[in-house]
């Protein structure tokens, strides 16, 4: 079966951190991959998406991703976090019209 | 300025009532969707259109109802069949094959 795997549901990390949010995916081809951000009460803001080429993807707000087809995973990193970065962030994966997503992985920024 | 919109940004419903809610996007896109959103849980595909005049299911379409006459425009009612529809519900689109964008949500809420 597709599916999503964001194992953490929650991250606290302290401001200038580093970070890394993992995405595992189960799919039958090389999908496309995406990491979005949400804030509290707001819409899917893209941060960086995977369709093929340089397995290491850069992104808005100093975020970057890294495709590992071994490992069927799309973890995303950021060298260090701000406190703005405090929000929800979803991994989803599939053809562009019908995604599959995670469960989300809230970040919370310690100061 | 480019977006896509969702009004209202609450609403509510009584018992058996249906609701619309409305997204409108000056994207020019061809595709369209609308997502459920629970609070620990990944983003639920209801109803997409790729083209103005078809619509398909999603995976939770039932109790839902859209129609795409115009394609910037693509409501979606909740219907009294929906018993449990109390959500975060999130308007998407994309250029077909491309990457979805999505507006600022509508929260619903029974009274």
């Known amino acids: 079966a597709q599916s999503v795997t964001q194992p953490d549901i929650h991250i606290t990390v302290s401001e200038g951190a580093s970070l890394e949010l993992r995405c595992n995916y189960s799919?039958?081809?090389?999908?496309?991959l995406f990491w979005y951000v949400q804030s509290p009460g707001q819409g899917l803001q893209l941060l960086l998406k995977?369709?093929?080429?340089d397995t290491l993807v850069q992104g808005i707000k100093g975020f970057e991703a890294e495709f590992k087809r071994s490992q069927s995973s799309f973890n995303l990193r950021k060298p260090s976090v701000h406190w703005s970065d405090a929000a929800e962030y979803f991994c989803a994966v599939g053809p562009t019209g019908q995604l599959i997503w995670g469960a989300g992985t809230k970040l919370i920024i310690k100061p | 300025d480019g977006g896509i919109t969702q009004s209202p940004k609450y609403l509510f419903r009584k018992e058996g009532q249906n609701v619309t809610l409305s997204c409108e996007q000056n994207l020019n896109h061809d595709a369209m969707y609308w997502y459920r959103q629970d609070p620990g849980q990944g983003l639920r595909l209801i109803y997409y259109?790729?083209?103005?005049?078809?619509?398909q299911k999603g995976d939770i379409a039932e109790g839902y109802s859209v129609s795409r006459e115009k394609k910037e425009s693509f409501p979606l009612t909740v219907t009294s069949a929906q018993k449990n529809p109390t959500a975060f519900y999130l308007c998407a689109s994309s250029m077909r094959g491309e990457t979805q964008y999505f507006g600022p949500g509508t929260r619903l809420l029974v009274l």
């Open positions: 799919y039958g081809a090389t999908p496309y």
């Open positions: 259109s790729q083209i103005v005049n078809d619509f």
């Open positions: 995977y369709f093929s080429g």
